[in-house]
């Protein structure tokens, strides 16, 4: 019988296709693992001459009486990752809650009315996580803008999420050019971000392109947009972080992201330039962040199913930290 030569040239085709997507993944796999070694070289080493607060002391704002476990699982996530010393600046109906919650937090019950309390504590933090739990009460963003003017002008790493990235969409001057400022937008927050940045919508076919231009217009600020697959860009890089997950989306797995992030970052800025190889260290940060919150997705998942939570997560920081930084 003789061969239909269109039938032929599909399967060479598909061939190709095949290996190309090889090629790619090969590729992908590749340029993940190169990025997670920088992660490595910025982790700074256990060591018992270390005093209490050298592996980072870093701040959560965030916290209403409606929202009280985002800040209080941004503040676990840093001291589980490695920080020693975690504040919460909250609410005053909230500190109760969030203290009930667990010991190892210092809660300071300082919002709205918290510019002046909070600027005492900067001289003592190493980073900063802006929005966890925030709410949108005018008065207390007007007072978290006053907390982010004092963070700069004091050089001190700000990881802003969640509420605090409503108040950046609402005046974007306050962290335009600051390059120490880290955002963690979701699809949402991103594209009411970028409309009011660069004045017209997202492009879904782009979504690299997409977070490159919107850093680029903040002055080379890093952006990590969270997805399917994390986009994560400072103006001049993208990286792309797609450590396998789960598809369980329950609430609260970005407050584990900022909370990592916010310590990583201070890590990979003590670090230098060198330890990452000449990239963005708070490039470097933020990949590896998102790893290790996918990574505590997975094994969480891997247990526990569809009931996973993010305090299931958050019991993997651990062992995920471990599997991805130490082996």
Same mark, same amino acid.
């Given at each position: ?5 269109r ?27 190169n ?15 270390k ?15 409606e ?17 020693d ?8 109906a ?6 009930a ?13 918290a ?6 504590w ?7 996580v ?21 963070s700069?002008?004091r050089?001190i ?15 974007p ?13 979701n ?9 009011? &940045? ?5 492009? #879904?076919?782009?979504?690299? +392109?997409?977070?490159?231009? @919107? $850093?680029?217009? *903040? =002055?080379?600020?890093?952006?990590v947009?969270?997805?399917?697959r ?9 990286? &792309? ?5 789960? #598809?369980?989306?329950?609430? +609260?797995?970005?407050?584990? @992201? $900022?909370?990592? *992030? =916010? ?41 526990? =199913? ?21 082996t």
């Amino acid at each position: 019988m003789a061969l239909n030569p269109r039938c032929g040239a599909i399967r060479a085709c598909r061939r190709v296709l095949e290996r190309a997507f090889s090629l790619r993944k090969v590729h992908s796999i590749k340029d993940m693992e190169n990025t997670l070694q920088l992660v490595r070289n910025i982790i700074p080493p256990l060591s018992s001459t270390k005093h209490k607060g050298q592996d980072g002391r870093i701040g959560v704002v965030g916290g209403c009486q409606e929202y009280t476990g985002a800040p209080y699982f941004a503040a676990i996530s840093a001291l589980k990752v490695g920080a020693d010393l975690s504040h919460v600046f909250c609410a005053s109906a909230a500190a109760p809650v969030i203290k009930a919650y667990s010991p190892e937090l210092i809660v300071h019950p300082v919002l709205p009315s918290a510019v002046d309390e909070v600027e005492k504590w900067l001289p003592r933090l190493h980073a900063l996580v802006v929005g966890p739990g925030l709410g949108r009460d005018d008065v207390l963003l007007r007072n978290v803008q006053g907390i982010l003017e004092a963070s700069k002008a004091r050089d001190i790493p700000v990881v802003i999420d969640a509420d605090g990235l409503w108040l950046v969409a609402q005046q974007p001057a306050l962290i335009q050019g600051y390059q120490k400022a880290v955002l963690t937008p979701n699809h949402m927050e991103f594209s009411r971000l970028y409309d009011a &940045v660069l004045r017209g919508p997202v492009d #879904s076919d782009d979504r690299h +392109g997409s977070v490159l231009r @919107l $850093s680029q217009a *903040l =002055g080379n600020v890093t952006v990590v947009q969270k997805g399917e697959r994390d986009i994560l860009s400072n103006g001049q890089q993208v990286l &792309v972080c797609s450590q396998e997950g789960s #598809s369980r989306r329950c609430g +609260g797995q970005g407050d584990l @992201l $900022s909370g990592s *992030l =916010g310590v990583l970052v201070h890590w990979a800025l003590l670090a230098g330039p060198e330890k990452t190889n000449g990239s963005s260290p708070l490039l470097v940060a933020a990949f590896g962040a998102c790893s290790l919150t996918r990574q505590c997705n997975h094994q969480a998942f891997q247990k526990h =199913g569809r009931s996973t939570t993010t305090s299931d997560m958050i019991a993997e920081v651990g062992a995920a930290f471990r599997k991805l930084f130490e082996t």
